[in-house]
């Protein structure tokens, strides 16, 4: 009994391993096509095709669609067939009928409701896809600001690990000067205490890329067991000429798909208005039926009874409104107000967007000048600690002096690579703006 029960925890152990392997490797395979390394417009196509917000965007388009296939069938003939059978049971007798029909229908003259309805449902397909493409444009910015931060910590790190070494090899140095005496105890735990304190540094900007990698890889919304390792590679490239404000802002209203989907939600809600006004308005349809049936009491075999019981009909029929409570204008009234409230959206649309690109004009002016600045003074003080480090190694500089300088150097590559890497968005920012996709 003990062999066979421990069998049966063996074989469901066994099958719980196998069905679990089988569910991870199908999860996996979702995701066999990803790139081993990640450079900014992978990122971008990524984002585009597999985040979960736009994704249900294209399906609302895609439901919009289905609306507009509805909308245009309604113009069409309808067709409907139908079969009774009946049976009653009398004092004479059982007694049983059938009956046969097909009736069709198609409205000839609505007052433009139909049409109207077309053109709404194909306005507003459009403006789904249109909040598709914004959704995209504003997922391309974020993984664009994610993207340059992970190279921003990472040229950081790069200049952080040269002075750790440099350090090393200054504390290296003090040891063997105060072996022999040229250096006092004070100097070398000075010098010490600046190794240990760009140790913290290098560590703290080595977690800080561990983070905007996390930031990058959850904005692509991937999960936890994908590797994901970004492309070594430098793309931030200083624009030096740009497209002026007012032309940027004229593009930037051609271009965006807020606006459109602002301008083309206006001539929604127009049509709406059509459609609310079609329904007091007369409408004339034309239908058709054809029908026969049986009756076991009537003289005559089935099929002559079907014969000549065969009815056709066709008919038209207005239907003229005459008072309806004051729906209609009521509904009128309110697509009216629909107008106008997207017509202010559209304005509130277009006035953000402009400032938006004033914006982003004046972040991208005010960082190039940090820029050069911030370039120019990066030049200085790593030349000027070149020369206070060597003076150090000489024994014609103090420690202290030394320490000064270089802190002064740290302040100054920190600003450096903060400004370049700032300027580098602000700048991609602004391009964006104007219709230049981001591509690196």
Do not use: H
């Amino acid at each position: 009994m003990k062999i066979l029960l421990r069998n049966v925890v063996l074989l469901l152990c066994f099958a719980l391993f196998f069905l679990g392997g089988n569910v991870a490797y199908a999860q996996d395979s979702l995701y066999q096509d990803l790139p081993k390394t990640w450079n900014l417009k992978a990122c971008i196509n990524y984002a585009k095709k597999n985040n979960i917000t736009i994704n249900n965007l294209k399906l609302s388009s895609k439901s919009a669609e289905q609306d507009l296939i509805a909308s245009k069938a309604a113009k069409l003939p309808n067709l409907t067939a139908s079969v009774t059978q009946n049976a009653a049971n009398y004092n004479t007798g059982i007694e049983s009928s059938s009956g046969y029909g097909v009736n069709s229908s198609i409205t000839l003259l609505n007052g433009g409701y139909l049409n109207n309805d077309i053109r709404s449902k194909k306005l507003s397909q459009q403006v789904a896809n249109l909040s598709v493409a914004s959704a995209e444009n504003d997922v391309t910015l974020q993984i664009t600001q994610a993207y340059l931060n992970i190279l921003l910590t990472r040229e950081n790190i790069t200049y952080l690990n040269d002075l750790l070494n440099t350090s090393k090899a200054q504390v290296a140095q003090g040891d063997q000067q105060f072996t022999i005496g040229t250096i006092a105890k004070n100097d070398l735990l000075q010098l010490k205490a600046a190794m240990a304190n760009d140790n913290y540094t290098l560590v703290t900007a080595q977690n800080q890329l561990q983070q905007n990698i996390l930031t990058l890889k959850q904005l692509l919304q991937l999960p936890t067991r994908i590797p994901f390792e970004v492309a070594v590679t430098d793309t931030a490239k200083i624009n030096e000429k740009l497209m002026d404000l007012g032309t940027a802002q004229e593009k930037a209203l051609q271009t965006r798909p807020e606006v459109r989907g602002g301008e083309l939600n206006v001539q929604l809600q127009t049509s709406e208005m059509e459609k609310a006004k079609a329904s007091i308005r007369p409408v004339l349809s034309l239908g058709g039926s054809l029908s026969s049936g049986y009756n076991s009491t009537s003289f005559g075999s089935y099929p002559n009874q079907l014969n000549n019981g065969f009815n056709q009909g066709l008919g038209l029929t207005l239907s003229i409104p005459i008072f309806d409570r004051k729906v209609t204008r009521t509904n009128v009234a309110k697509a009216n107000i629909g107008i106008q409230e997207a017509k202010l959206s559209l304005l509130n649309t277009k006035t953000t967007l402009t400032q938006a690109v004033e914006m982003a004009y004046l972040n991208v002016q005010n960082a190039n000048s940090q820029y050069d600045a911030a370039k120019e003074q990066f030049v200085y003080t790593s030349e000027s600690l070149r020369i206070s480090a060597e003076q150090l190694r000489l024994g014609v500089n103090n420690t202290v002096a030394y320490l000064q300088q270089k802190n002064l150097y740290i302040q100054a590559l920190q600003a450096f690579v903060q400004a370049k890497y700032t300027a580098n968005l602000y700048t991609k920012i602004y391009d964006f703006y104007t219709g230049v996709p981001i591509t690196e």
